[in-house]
């Protein structure tokens, strides 16, 4: 068993690369490709299991670590770690990728091979970031996951998807280049990339204040438009209507989100405090502004777009609250939202394949002629908007009750106006689709129901809903074991996870009545 501790992190890194090798090697014939990639996914998702599974909760710092020299110079390390922040996001990115393959199975019919072995190359990229603690090898694998998503738009677009690659390639892949020599310029001065040295040095005063607050604008700004924050988002909409849906459903916002954690607060709090006014009041813009996109969309690819931005902002609030409890719940409603996301892209995937459109005004009627699909969207609409029992409910209840008591009561007003409006469009959309007169579309094609493949995936997941809000103690004193909080707002540090457990019973109470 230590072996397997002390080797498990390169395992989780070399098993879908593996397996992205074995898919390009193999004949495009059929379904093989399809087949081993999933076979793949599920290893790799069998191997996540074991960091929660084996994870020490009295234990601080990093754990399952592995820090070795890879380049004598300049000095680059292979450092690896986990720790209650990117503990359940890797165990997420684990869990997204076999129901991405699923989501693909019949909507991918041609260039399978060229398909699966991008996708583990990004799932690669993503499991990288969250796992790498030396800022090269951190850098390269962001940079690795903008290529695989690039090409994949780029090939299997639904109307313009060279188009949507190459506005996603460069809004993404530019601001990359001040995040690189802002690592350049840290290494410059300090001589070294690990994440935990330069915590330190950092923190003990010794950087120059004016160029070290450039630095971390610079990161900042490659974080913010990977999430994307407002105004930042002008690569998501086409990006939602293009991109396969195994690959938006895997990629939405985390890799940004983890990393405003990680590598800007983490680093850069001081910094962070000074612009946390200006990302707060973005992030409730960037709320409202979402929802009231999202309610006047006629495509639901693009309503979904614009949704996730409301829900983005929500996080992004969480973050720059910098609360203890903001912290809980930003990071919770970042699983949230991986796993309702994942369910609705499954879904609406269905659903396009099915019916060969995206245009909601199409639809109408299908609850009669699909009831599990109906009953399955309903659920996973009602966790997206924060149902009472749901797992949407307790993430957007901990930020808006940090909000209220550690931020501002205007904000936390004003953003639980953009969560009214996110029921408005959901609700909507679930009675465009399923309920009212049946559409001549619905009544012209065959009513094929969930098959068997596709409940295997969306049940378990509903009954995750289910249970990530009946039970969040399961997973947030994982997440409280983080390294680095947040500095904590008018409160002592010590008493901020006592609040997360008091209001976390109060979310509880509130589900049960």
């Keep these: 068993m230590s072996f397997l501790n002390e080797s498990i992190l390169t395992l989780i890194l070399l098993a879908p690369l593996a397996g992205a090798v074995l898919v390009a090697l193999l004949p495009d014939r059929g379904k093989l490709p399809a087949w081993v990639a999933l076979l793949t996914t599920l290893v790799t998702f069998v191997l996540t299991l074991h960091l929660p599974a084996h994870f020490v909760l009295a234990q601080h710092g990093f754990q399952f670590e592995i820090n070795t020299l890879w380049i004598e110079n300049p000095a680059i390390y292979y450092h690896v770690g986990v720790d209650g922040l990117s503990l359940w996001l890797v165990v997420l990115v684990g869990l997204l990728a076999p129901i991405g393959i699923v989501a693909s199975w019949n909507a991918i019919e041609r260039r399978r091979k060229i398909f699966y072995s991008l996708f583990l190359v990004q799932q690669t990229a993503m499991l990288g970031v969250f796992l790498s ?8 694998f962001w940079e690795l996951s903008l290529v695989p998503m690039a090409v994949l738009i780029a090939m299997f677009g639904r109307k313009d998807g060279a188009r949507a690659a190459l506005k996603f390639f460069l809004f993404t892949f530019i601001p990359s280049a001040p995040l690189l020599v802002a690592i350049l310029w840290l290494y410059a001065r300090t001589g070294t990339f690990d994440f935990s040295e330069l915590q330190m040095l950092i923190a003990s005063g ?24 407002f105004p930042l988002h002008g690569w998501l909409a086409d990006t939602y209507s293009e991109a396969p849906v195994a690959l938006a459903m895997v990629v939405a916002g ?5 990393s405003m954690l990680r590598f800007h607060i983490g680093l850069f709090p001081v910094q962070a405090r000074a612009l ?4 707060i009041a973005l992030a409730v813009i960037g709320l409202l502004y979402g929802a009231c ?4 969309q006629r495509d639901f690819w693009r309503l979904l777009a614009f949704a996730s931005l409301s829900h983005l902002s929500l996080i992004v609030l969480g973050i720059y609250g910098l609360t203890f409890t903001g912290w809980d719940g930003a990071i919770y409603q970042i699983l949230n939202h991986g796993v309702v996301d994942g369910a609705l892209f499954l879904l609406l995937g269905i659903l396009e394949v099915r019916y060969a459109t995206s245009q909601i005004a199409s639809y109408g009627g299908l609850a009669a002629r699909l009831p599990q699909t109906a009953t399955l969207f309903v659920i996973t609409s009602l966790a997206m908007i924060g149902l009472p029992m749901l797992n949407g409910f307790v993430g957007e209840f901990l930020i808006l009750s940090s909000t209220f008591t550690g931020v501002s ?13 996110g029921a408005a469009y959901m609700l909507w959309l679930v009675q465009r689709i399923f309920y009212g007169p049946q559409s001549d579309l619905a009544t012209s094609r065959p009513a094929r129901d969930l098959h068997a493949a596709e409940l295997a995936v969306l049940w378990p997941l509903a009954v995750l809903m289910l249970v990530m809000g009946l039970a969040p103690s399961i997973w947030i004193p994982a997440i409280e074991n983080r390294t680095g909080p947040p500095t904590v707002k008018g409160t002592a540090a010590l008493s901020s996870p006592a609040l997360t457990v008091a209001v976390l019973k109060e979310a509880a109470n509130e589900s049960r009545r």
């Excluded at 603690?133 to 390269?140: A, N, W």
């Design 254 to 258: 985390k890799l940004g989100l983890y």
């Design 276 to 279: 946390a006014p200006w990302l």
């Design 133 to 140: 603690l030396d800022l090269i090898l951190y850098y390269g």
């Design 409 to 421: 009561r205007g904000w936390a007003a004003t953003a639980t106006i953009g969560v009214i409006l």
């Design 293 to 296: 996109l999202a309610l006047v």
């Design 206 to 229: 010794g950087l120059p204040a004016g160029p070290l607050c450039w630095v971390a604008v610079a990161f900042l700004f490659a974080f913010a438009v990977k999430v994307p924050v």
